[in-house]
């Protein structure tokens, strides 16, 4: 199994870089995994819709740079499905099972992800409506990835 990371920004914070370390060893266990950033463009204060539009479409066309058409592109929005960690884990087991051994998680900017992306879309996973840091959403993301493979595997795995 592959899993691929692109997300929008680049991450600063010691110890976010520190967790998603971490969690990117765990996961080397289970599968082959890559972290891939992408450009953030600058949003000027009172932005109008065009210009944020605009800023989407930039991002977009960064992150499409790095899909490969037999990547399973999982989208994160918040329109997207809630699931559980138990979902999650059959999630990445169904997609194995149909023949999608590798998947890509997109995490967008802070003005989220362009159209074209979400309709390039396989899926689109909501993890909450609240909105949190893009730099966060990345170790958020690995540790629900981790716990989806310790399920799987029938790990245990704190509840």
Do not use: W
């Amino acid at each position: 199994m592959n899993i691929t990371i692109i997300s929008v920004g680049k991450l600063k914070e010691k110890y976010l870089k520190m967790a998603i370390d971490e969690y990117s060893k765990r996961l080397g266990r289970y599968c082959k995994l890559e972290l891939i950033e992408v450009h953030d463009e600058k949003t000027p204060d009172n932005a109008s819709e065009k210009e944020k539009l605009a800023i989407k479409e930039k991002e977009g066309q960064a992150i499409l740079n790095h899909l490969k058409d037999n990547m399973y592109i999982v989208a994160l929005d918040l329109k997207g499905k809630m699931i559980s960690s138990e979902e999650l884990s059959d999630f990445i087991g169904e997609c194995t099972l149909k023949g999608s051994s590798h998947i890509a998680f997109i995490i967008g900017g802070s003005l989220g992800l362009s159209q074209e992306i979400l309709k390039r879309a396989n899926y689109k996973l909501c993890f909450s409506k609240m909105t949190f840091p893009h730099q966060l959403f990345r170790v958020m993301l690995l540790e629900q990835i981790y716990r989806g493979f310790r399920i799987r595997s029938g790990e245990p795995y704190h509840k």
